[in-house]
């Protein structure tokens, strides 16, 4: 199976070096997009930066940055990711492709709505006045972190494919998108939204990097505890709370399956567990599309490109 896909890509990269591309971009796998999702544009003639702003009703709810991924021969496509946050109503959209000193384009998407989880969780004294506390260094730490997940590096193009799961034998306590209601111990409640996947094991199991990449964050902060965070690709980040132990230090290059630490309670946790969350843009998304589909999907991307071109020039 593998062969017969490197034949495929051997083939498709002779057949794109040999006739004109077509300078239009289209949305991968199509125009529909699950609440918690990513929207993946490719761009065939794409060599500068692109922007794109998810618009309804002419307002934009959204914004993107892409630019341009290296494929071999002197050839490059442009690519541009957009996180869909779980909350973004579903409805009719358009997403306004835009190319630095070039065209514009826009884009028909439909967000589709998914069923999410609802849990109540009870938080002892010490964990509520954790979470409730105004404390500076913690407005401090989310404004870092918030700052970092929004930058976008063009250079930083580390993994495209499948991710894998950071944890042997992985069990799941909570997922993506939970809507959860906080418990304080004086009975006041608070709602929130889950980011990511809560793994349960005991404290010490090794964690590893989903993905190659390079650490942008290895720190101890308050909710979150000891916490790492990865660079993937422009744009996109893996991040890994609650850890017992960290093995890793900002700049540090990582292989996908790197031991980057392991499980602990340590922040907000009432057990010992791994919370793993994926960004896009910014936008938290579901880490599980990406242990079965690749972060960017080129066979698909080359697919589109021949029968395109075989149509033009038929």
């Known amino acids: 199976m593998k062969r017969l896909r490197f034949i495929f890509i051997l083939i498709s990269l002779f057949w794109i070096a040999s006739y004109p591309l077509i300078a239009q971009p289209y949305l991968s796998p199509g125009n529909e997009v699950e609440q918690g999702g990513y929207l993946q544009v490719f761009f065939h003639n794409g060599g500068g930066p692109l922007e794109a702003e998810l618009l309804q009703e002419g307002r934009s709810q959204l914004s993107a940055q892409g630019g341009a991924l290296r494929l071999g021969r002197g050839n490059t496509m442009g690519i541009l990711l957009m996180g869909i946050p779980s909350t973004l109503p579903p409805g009719e959209y358009i997403l306004n492709v835009r190319e630095e000193g070039g065209e514009e384009w826009n884009l028909p998407v439909r967000v589709l709505g998914r069923d999410f989880i609802f849990e109540e969780i009870v938080l002892n004294r010490k964990m509520s006045d954790l ?184």
């Open 131 to 314: 979470r409730t506390s105004q404390e500076k260094r913690k407005a401090e730490e989310s404004r870092i972190l918030g700052q970092l997940l929004y930058e976008y590096h063009p250079e930083a193009i580390w993994e495209t494919g499948k991710f894998m799961v950071p944890v042997p034998e992985p069990r799941i306590t909570s997922r993506f998108g939970d809507r959860r209601t906080f418990i304080y111990s004086d009975d006041k409640t608070a709602g929130s939204i889950h980011l990511g996947i809560d793994y349960g094991a005991p404290a010490g199991t090794a964690v590893a990097a989903c993905g190659a990449g390079r650490v942008v964050m290895s720190c101890e902060r308050i909710l979150t505890g000891h916490t790492v965070v990865i660079e993937h690709f422009p744009g996109v980040y893996s991040l890994y709370y609650h850890l017992e132990t960290r093995f890793v230090e900002e700049g540090q290059l990582l292989e996908k399956g790197e031991q980057i630490g392991t499980i602990g309670m340590t922040g907000l946790a009432t057990g010992a567990h791994l919370h793993w969350e994926i960004r896009i843009s910014g936008i938290p998304v579901e880490p599980e599309i990406f242990l079965g589909t690749p972060l960017i999907d080129k066979a698909r991307y080359f697919s589109k490109l021949i029968l395109e071109n075989f149509h033009e020039r038929w």
